[in-house]
């Protein structure tokens, strides 16, 4: 199931966010933005941490936008490299993470998708949620 996130980051508003692994980490969500030219990218990764977060990226569809390709491994100084959990070459410089560390869920956003509330259905209660019946699941604080 694709799932998507809508939140508010900076006044603006987000829509269809892609979720990079939702029901995760109790629904811990950060959004993870990642720039370089004119219109950024974003995304959610559910971890316990940044560090979490950024390895969830890089191992995801979107991880491309991060992973150092071998061919040009030789432009990273190994004192300088970055390593995600499964041992690649990251390059971060164009990778921004938001969220609250330290709270329940550090980027709060509501889930979309097929067989959520139309109203959407808040990180934590999707992670908690029964399969069999989600529509008695409570989407607002």
Same mark, same amino acid.
Request: no cysteine; proline share 7%.
């Given at each position: 199931m694709c799932i998507t996130a809508t939140g508010k980051f900076? =006044?603006?508003?987000?829509?269809? %966010?892609?979720v990079l692994?939702?029901?995760?980490?109790?629904?811990?969500t950060w959004l *993870?933005? @990642?720039? =370089?030219?004119?219109?950024? *990218?974003? *995304? @959610?990764?559910?971890? &316990?941490? %940044?560090?979490?977060? @950024?390895? %969830? *990226?890089? &191992?995801?569809k979107f991880g491309s936008n991060i992973i150092v390709d071998d061919t040009d491994l030789s432009d990273y100084p190994e004192e300088n490299r970055h390593y995600s959990g499964s041992g690649r070459v990251l390059d971060l410089d164009h990778l921004l993470i938001h969220g609250q560390d330290g709270g329940e869920c550090p980027f709060p956003c509501l889930y979309h998708g097929e067989g959520l509330p139309e109203a959407g259905?808040?990180?934590? &209660?999707?992670?908690?949620?029964? &399969?069999?019946? %989600?529509?008695? @699941?409570?989407?607002?604080?």
């Open positions: 900076g =006044g603006h508003e987000l829509k269809d %966010v892609p692994n939702p029901g995760d980490w109790f629904g811990k *993870l933005e @990642i720039g =370089g030219s004119y219109w950024p *990218l974003f *995304l @959610i990764a559910v971890s &316990d941490s %940044v560090q979490d977060a @950024i390895d %969830v *990226l890089a &191992d995801s259905m808040k990180p934590g &209660d999707y992670w908690r949620r029964d &399969d069999t019946d %989600v529509s008695s @699941i409570p989407t607002k604080s």
